[in-house]
DNA sequence: CGTTTTTGACCTGCGC
DNA sequence: GCGCAGGTCAAAAACG
């Protein structure tokens, strides 16, 4: 976990952002389980995007709160969460937009488990083989699989495991949210400049992955998007632990402070102890959408997903370039979050 | 020495 | 069928 040690840096530009903010970015929020807190405390422009169905989103335990696990399990047209997304969307420019705000037709379909892809749990006998141990199991397992995948993928299409995406500005790639992961590839993304990362979580029999790409247009904002569900406990480190012991989750604090891990905190950051594990390393969290393979919601509460909130006060600006991308960004964002962003601009450079 | 990262090759799905 | 792009594998290198 170099990651954490290589995150010291960054804060600058959180810093040096600390003005630069407007609504486009979509919400804040960061990952799964990790993430016991999640608080909303100002009136959130982004929900306003929402209109009518942001009520439906602040329906947690508090009142002002505003968790993303709290999203309804069924879609409509305007939900901008849900989205559709293949595995593999070749073509950007396509499926994209439409598809991704409307079309999340839901199947209802309990979590993405039952209809899972191989690292989840699956009812499918024949795809198994990765399931029970993705970690331990890979190397062998694969030369034995890899003829069985193309056999499979015959009769039925891949799967789509449920999916939890956010963007965040930063510095560092790979936040580090709690888990641990392991990187198993990188692939340069078409139109960007920066490649795209995979990780897998590194604890046996946990299928979960995530992958990281930032912004062709705005280098500052990465995009995280995590995929399945993990099968253990939160790792919860000392670390953690002072985190989320830390004055920032009391209100009031004006640091995050920690036992171990203690940086300089950009103004803005003062109002996030709704989140307290991002801003550790970061300031602004956004959750772009949080669906299933069939465009369901898979409840993140359940462990996998950190629960995220919305702080508006650290959209950023750049978000709007973010949405320019045409890798895995273009894919996830919502055409409405587009265009809303983007009407946004001027208002970012008059401020500017 | 165990774990993680790098990176080229390979596989898969999709559009044309 | 072909080409492209996304995703994954796995050997080698790097790291702690």
């Avoid at 992955?209 to 995590?226: A, L, N």
């Avoid at 402070?257 to 905190?265: A, D, G, K, N, V």
């Avoid at 959209?315 to 964002?333: P, V």
Wanted: charged content about 20%; proline content about 7%.
């Amino acid at each position: 976990m170099a990651n954490l040690d290589t995150s010291s840096d960054h804060h600058h530009h959180q810093l040096e952002l600390a003005n630069n903010i407007n609504l486009s970015s979509i919400f804040d929020a960061p990952l799964s389980s990790p993430f016991p807190y999640s608080y909303l405390e100002e009136p959130n422009p982004f929900l306003d995007l929402l209109s009518q169905d942001h009520h439906q989103f602040a329906s947690s335990s508090n009142s002002s709160s505003f968790s993303f696990d709290a999203f309804p399990l069924e879609n409509n047209n305007t939900n901008l969460f849900n989205t559709d997304l293949p595995l593999s969307q070749p073509s950007t420019t396509k499926a994209t937009s439409s598809e991704v705000v409307n079309t999340a037709t839901t199947s209802p379909n309990s979590t993405s488990v039952s209809s899972s892809s191989k690292e989840a749990v699956n009812d499918n006998t024949d795809k198994e083989v990765t399931l029970k141990d993705p970690e331990e199991g890979d190397q062998q397992e694969q030369k034995d699989t890899k003829p069985q995948l193309k056999a499979k993928t015959k009769n039925q299409k891949k799967a789509r495991e449920a999916r939890f995406a956010f963007l965040t500005r930063s510095d560092i790639d790979n936040l580090d949210d709690g888990y641990r992961w392991r990187k198993y590839g990188q692939k340069a993304v078409k139109n960007s400049p920066y490649p795209r990362s995979y990780y897998r979580c590194t604890t046996v029999g946990c299928g979960v992955k995530k992958r990281v790409e930032r912004s062709s247009d705005d280098p500052y904002i990465v995009m995280t998007t995590y995929e399945g569900q993990h099968t253990h406990p939160f790792p919860m480190t000392r670390r953690h632990i002072a985190m989320f012991t830390s004055p920032i989750l009391n209100h009031g604090a004006t640091t995050a402070s920690s036992s171990s891990f203690s940086i300089p905190q950009p103004r803005y950051l003062l109002t996030q102890h709704h989140q307290p594990y991002s801003s550790m390393y970061n300031n602004s969290l956004s959750m772009i959408n949080q669906s299933s393979s069939d465009g369901t919601f898979a409840n993140p509460g359940s462990s996998s997903f950190p629960v995220f909130s919305y702080d508006v006060s650290l959209a950023s600006t750049s978000t709007t370039s973010a949405i320019r991308d045409h890798g895995l960004l273009q894919d996830i964002l919502p055409s409405q979050i587009m265009s809303n962003t983007i009407d946004t601009r001027t208002n970012e450079k008059d401020r500017i």
